[in-house]
């Protein structure tokens, strides 16, 4: 399910500028397979590297919270090969390694996505220069610099993007062919700059370090995989089925081209303009043709359940989680599904649901709002406080969440973990400011 938050809901229309974070399993997913053996070079584990993107057509990314990069759709659709979204990612991950994002940071560890976009883009705008305004705080933190690299910390992680494509035998020449998309754009005046070249500063001496190296280095001419190329097309196609209006995407695939790639994004087209009377029989066709894609199925829960047929959304939701077990995005729309039903039996196997998710999903301040809303409807207040305090301290709302931690010591057992986590809560949220 692509969502949309703080700037629209799934379904509005064209996508407006301003960084809103974007959910969406099968691309987050798909960037991070593309993603996984960088990560393994630099030696994480590509499952606890959180892929987020931002609703933004600047040219951007970043990396915020620890172990997690957000990247701008822009950046995504202006690729032209994986291979250059590769080398940004790889360039990411020399950040990640080197302990760029740091320890006066450290309270946007446990910030929200929502919270961290946003005051990411804050800053953009303010070093862009496009508004005035003070950057928004999250988590109390609230910086003009928040993520303005130094030059030494830029060759940095040049020198170990470069090492993590070596090590796994890619080439560089995607990264430089996206730094002198950027080098291009330095020349531009004013606000069409792109965001990125402000916050990791550019230098002549880099590009051509960069040149040096991809003559040099023993994969620059390996090209990249069949199965990477078809992903980043399914995943801009996804995006631009998503964020333009219906009638661009049936006009970009109309009905003559049958490729698997264009019925899906018919299918997604016909879900928003709405008329369900052709999505639906669209999707059918595809689950028919693919029985093993969780996203087919995803999409037609919903289809169905933002049109309000919420039973009917169940099964297939359902069955796209037994078919991707490990998603957390998934069992949070299955559990979201269950609480509307009314069904006390279906609300429990959403805080089932939901608890598990979180632990993938922590700063997904919604598994908390949902959490909250399960826990109150089967009369668990305390439970429900709790999710409550959760919600608000990833989102940096500090008195509502000293209020409902409170709330919750008062109304849990002492001596469980429960407990505990409510005082963590309410003592970590006072000292935000210190």
């Not at 929200?112 to 705080?137: C, F, K």
């Not at 279906?346 to 709002?369: C, F, M, P, T």
Request: net charge neutral; aromatic share 6%.
């Amino acid at each position: 399910m692509l969502i949309l938050a703080l700037t629209l809901a799934v379904g509005e229309g064209p996508a407006l500028a301003g960084g809103g974070a974007i959910r969406d399993t099968e691309i987050e997913n798909d960037i991070r397979t593309m993603s996984a053996s960088i990560f393994r070079a630099a030696g994480l584990e590509p499952n606890d590297v959180g892929i987020y993107l931002v609703q933004d057509n600047q040219l951007n990314s970043f990396v915020a919270g620890g172990q997690a990069i957000f990247m701008h759709t822009g950046l995504i659709l202006r690729a032209e090969t994986p291979n250059q979204l590769i080398g940004v990612v790889a360039h990411e991950t020399g950040h990640i390694a080197g302990g760029h994002i740091l320890r006066a940071k450290e309270a946007m560890h446990n910030a929200s996505i929502e919270s961290i976009i946003a005051t990411v883009v804050g800053a953009a705008a303010s070093v862009l220069g496009r508004n005035s305004a003070p950057m928004l705080g999250a988590a109390g933190v609230g910086m003009r610099s928040f993520l303005q690299f130094s030059i030494a910390q830029e060759a940095t992680a040049d020198h170990a993007a470069l090492n993590f494509l070596d090590r796994s035998c890619q080439s560089a020449r995607g990264l430089l062919k996206f730094f002198e998309i950027l080098q291009t754009n330095e020349l531009l005046s004013g606000n069409r700059q792109e965001a990125w070249s402000h916050t990791h500063p550019l230098t002549a001496q880099r590009i051509q370090y960069l040149r040096d190296q991809v003559q040099r280095a023993r994969c620059s001419d390996k090209p990249d995989p069949p199965g990477s190329v078809e992903a980043l097309r399914r995943i801009k196609m996804k995006l631009h089925a998503f964020l333009d209006p219906p009638s661009a995407t049936l006009t970009a695939y109309p009905e003559s081209d049958t490729s698997v790639l264009a019925r899906y994004a018919r299918a997604i087209a016909y879900y928003r303009l709405p008329d369900l009377g052709r999505a639906v029989p669209a999707i059918d066709a595809l689950i028919r043709d693919f029985p093993n894609d969780p996203y087919y199925r995803e999409l037609k829960g919903q289809m169905l359940f933002e049109n309000g047929r919420i039973r009917d959304a169940i099964r297939p939701y359902e069955e796209a989680v037994r078919l991707a077990p490990n998603a957390a995005l998934l069992r949070m729309s299955l559990s979201q599904v269950y609480i509307e039903t009314g069904d006390q039996a279906l609300n429990k196997r959403a805080i089932a649901y939901l608890n598990d998710a979180s632990r993938a999903e922590g700063r997904e301040s919604q598994v908390w709002h949902f959490l909250a809303i399960a826990y109150g409807r089967d009369n668990q207040i305390g439970m429900a406080a709790l999710s409550l305090a959760e919600q608000a301290f990833a989102d940096g709302r500090k008195k509502e969440a000293v209020q409902q931690a409170t709330r919750a010591k008062q109304l849990l057992a002492r001596n469980t973990s429960y407990y505990g986590r409510a005082e963590d809560i309410r003592r970590d949220a006072e000292n935000l400011d210190n």
